[in-house]
């Protein structure tokens, strides 16, 4: 007979498939198909294995690798917000707190409370970890609109200013990193993929 935990366990492993079906406003690498939120996660992961080194200060990888695996799966009950929405606000916290609590519930008792706790040091973004686990998050779907020619910003009409605000958080977890997209940013500019108005 299954132990409890494990039943737990199991079931968060059942519920979190439906990651798989959120869909971002985002595509792929050179693509038209929209990317997943389980795709996002798991490709922010790689990156954090990849570009640690490029963190501003030292960091605990495994915990930077846990907050990119799990910091959307509030999302299954959320939805997934556009970084550039104008009308819902990207930063949707109390609702995605219930979502958390609900989803990250399912766990055991310990389990659960690991995972909200790592999910709101995410969410509020002061430690080194975080910062880092943000900069990786703001910059995937800058190579994706880069590689797009434009993608998002073209097809919503953000311009340079607003994408320029948003990704500058890449600075506070990697100043090597945000040099690079910063350079992105100006280059697409240039390119006419992303307009300066």
Known sequence: MMNEDLQKQIDFIKEIDKLKYIQRKTKLFNSDRHENDAEHSWHLAMMTIVLSNH??????????????????????????TFIYDAVKNH????????AAKRIF????????????SIWEEFE?????????????????????????????WKEFNVPYQKV??????????????????????????????LSKE
């Open 91 to 98: 930063s949707n916290t109390d609702e995605e707190l219930i």
């Open 105 to 116: 519930g399912l766990l055991p008792q310990e389990q659960a409370e690991e995972f909200i």
């Open 124 to 152: 509020q973004g002061e430690t080194n970890e975080a910062k880092f686990a943000k900069s990786m998050d703001r910059l995937e779907p800058l190579l994706q609109n880069t590689s797009n020619n434009g993608g998002t």
């Open 55 to 80: 963190s501003n200060k030292p960091i605990d990888v495994l915990k930077v690798l846990k907050m990119v695996l799990i910091h959307d799966i509030v999302e299954i009950d959320a939805g997934d």
């Open 164 to 193: 320029y605000e948003k990704k500058k958080a890449i600075n506070e977890g990697s100043a090597t990193i945000w040099n690079y997209a910063e350079k992105l940013i100006n280059e697409s500019v240039e390119k006419g993929i």
